[in-house]
C-alpha cells in the first residue's frame, strides 16, 4: 500500500508556455500532498504544502502565482508551472501522508521538467 | 545552523563491508526520523523510520537514534553495489526537513 503515482514521467514545453504535473495517491486517502523540486546534485527542496480543499501553503522564495497548486481532493494534487522558463527545469517531485500514518511521506516517482 | 546535516560524502565501500551513514538535527523537539534512498534520477524511498532512542534493525539496515545527542544514524551491513545511491536523512517537526544526502558508493 501507500503508492503515490505522477503524470507525466518526463515533460519537453518552450519558454513561455504552462505545465501541469498530476500526483495521484492511488490505494489511500493522503491528508496532505507536498510538493518538492531537486536541481541536479542537490537536495530535495520542499515546495508547497497542500490539504484538500484549501489553499496552499508555499515556502519562501517559491512565487505562488508562478507554481499554482490545486488540492482538487484527497487522492489528487496538481502543479502547474505557469510561463515556464529554462531556469524551471528541474526534478518535481510530489509526497503524500497517509492518514493512518501522518508522520510518514510517500514519494511519487518524479517529473523531469525541461523548458527550452 | 541547518536543521538537518548530514556528510556529503562521497562515502565509498568495498562490497561485503559496513557502511555508517551520520546525521545531526537542531531541533530538540523532534520526534519523527527517517532515512531514504534515492537512485539517481529516481525519487526517493522509504528505509527506515524511528522514534525512540536506541537501534532499530530492519534486515541489513540498522537506524540509531541518540536524542540527547541529536543524532541519528544508519548502518548498512554486508554493503551491496546495490546499495550504491544518495541517503537522505529525514526530520519530522512540524513538516519534514532533510538533510543533503550523502553519496555511497559500494565496490565490488
Known sequence: GAVVSQHPSWVICKSGTSVKIECRSLDFQATTMFWYRQFPKQSLMLMATSNEGSKATYEQGVEKDKFLINHASLTLSTLTVTSAHPEDSSFYICSANHRDRVDEQFFGPGTRLTVL | ?108
Not at chain 2, 54 to 62: C, L, N, Q, V, Y
Request: glycine fraction near 6%; proline fraction near 5%; aromatic fraction near 10%.
Open chain 2, 1 to 108: 545552523q541547518k536543521e538537518v546535516e548530514q556528510n556529503s560524502g562521497p562515502l565509498s565501500v568495498p562490497e561485503g563491508a559496513i557502511a555508517s551513514l551520520n546525521c545531526t538535527y537542531s531541533d530538540r523537539v523532534s520526534q519523527s526520523f527517517f532515512w531514504y534512498r534515492q537512485y539517481s534520477g529516481k525519487s526517493p524511498e522509504l528505509i527506515m523510520s524511528i522514534y525512540s532512542n536506541g537501534d532499530k534493525e530492519d534486515g541489513r539496515f540498522t537506524a540509531q537514534l541518540n536524542k540527547a545527542s541529536q543524532y541519528v544514524s544508519l548502518l548498512i551491513r554486508d554493503s551491496q553495489p546495490s546499495d550504491s545511491a544518495t541517503y537522505l536523512c529525514a526530520v519530522n517537526v512540524h513538516d519534514m526537513r532533510f538533510g543533503a544526502g550523502t553519496r555511497l558508493t559500494v565496490k565490488p
